[in-house]
C-alpha cells in the first residue's frame, strides 16, 4: 500500500460521540466500491467506527455485532451493503483472501476491515480508506484518515466540511 497517494485527513483528538459524527460524515460521502480499513490496538474503537458509518448506509447500528468470531458480516442497508470484517484471528494472508471478502465488493457495497494487515500487502483495491484509531485515553482517541487519489468525490466533500468546520465539529 502506498500512502503517498493518499491524502490525510487528521482528525486530532476525540470523543466518543466526536468519533461518531465523523464516521457519519465519512458514511454520507461513500457511493459503493469503497474498501476501509481500521487499523488500530484492541479497544481503539475500530467496531464504533463501523456502527457509525453504517448507520449512514441505512442500516441500524444497534445490529452491528462484532465480527471477531464470525470473520465477515453482511448487512444489507437502505442505501448500500455494509460488508464486515474483522481479520484478527486468521494468521495467513491466505485465510484473510479465502474469505472471499474483497470478492464481495461491488458498486452497491462497502467493505469495512478490521486488523487489515494480513490484506494491506496484496492490495489491488485503490478506492481505498485507511482509518487510524490510537488511544490518547480512557475516553478519546486520535483519528487520521487517509483517501487515496481515485476518490475525489470523497476529498472534496471532506474537504468543504473541513473548511466548513475548521477541523472541528
Ligand atoms: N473516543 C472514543 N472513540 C471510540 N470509542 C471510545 C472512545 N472513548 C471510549 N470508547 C470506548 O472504546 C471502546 C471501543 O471498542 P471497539 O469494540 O469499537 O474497539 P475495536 O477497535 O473494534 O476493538 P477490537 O480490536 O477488539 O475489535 C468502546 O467500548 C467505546 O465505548
Ligand atoms: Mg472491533
Known amino acids: 500500500?502506498?500512502?503517498?497517494?493518499?491524502?490525510?485527513?487528521?482528525?486530532?483528538a476525540v470523543n466518543e460521540q466526536e468519533l461518531c459524527s465523523w464516521a457519519k460524515v465519512l458514511g454520507e460521502c461513500l457511493r459503493g466500491g469503497e474498501l476501509l480499513l481500521l487499523e488500530g490496538e484492541l479497544g481503539s474503537g475500530k467496531t464504533k467506527f463501523v456502527r457509525c458509518v453504517a448507520q449512514s448506509l441505512g442500516i441500524d447500528e444497534t445490529v452491528i455485532r462484532?465480527?471477531?468470531?464470525?470473520?465477515?458480516?453482511?448487512?444489507?442497508g437502505s442505501v448500500l451493503t455494509l460488508i464486515h470484517a474483522d481479520l484478527f484471528r486468521l494468521s495467513s494472508a491466505?485465510?484473510?483472501?479465502?474469505?472471499?471478502?474483497m470478492?464481495?465488493?461491488?458498486?452497491?457495497s462497502?467493505?469495512?476491515?478490521?486488523?487489515?494487515?494480513?490484506i494491506m500487502k496484496d492490495l489491488?483495491?485503490?478506492k481505498t480508506i485507511i482509518v487510524e484509531l490510537s488511544l490518547v485515553d480512557s475516553s478519546h482517541r486520535l483519528v487520521s484518515v487517509f483517501v487515496d487519489s481515485e476518490l475525489d468525490y470523497l476529498r472534496e466533500?471532506?474537504?468543504?466540511?473541513?473548511?466548513?468546520?475548521?477541523?472541528g465539529l
Do not use: C, H
Not at 491466505?94 to 471478502?101: I, N, R, S, Y
Not at 470478492?103 to 452497491?108: F, V
Not at 462497502?110 to 494480513?118: F, G, N, R
Open 94 to 101: 491466505e485465510e484473510a483472501w479465502d474469505t472471499g471478502l
Open 66 to 76: 462484532s465480527p471477531s468470531f464470525t470473520i465477515v458480516n453482511v448487512y444489507p
Open 157 to 167: 466533500s471532506l474537504d468543504k466540511y473541513f473548511e466548513r468546520f475548521s477541523g
Open 124 to 126: 489491488r483495491e485503490t
Open 1 to 12: 500500500m502506498e500512502r503517498s497517494t493518499q491524502k490525510v485527513y487528521e482528525l486530532g
Open 103 to 108: 470478492e464481495m465488493l461491488d458498486s452497491k
Open 110 to 118: 462497502v467493505v469495512a476491515v478490521e486488523w487489515p494487515e494480513l
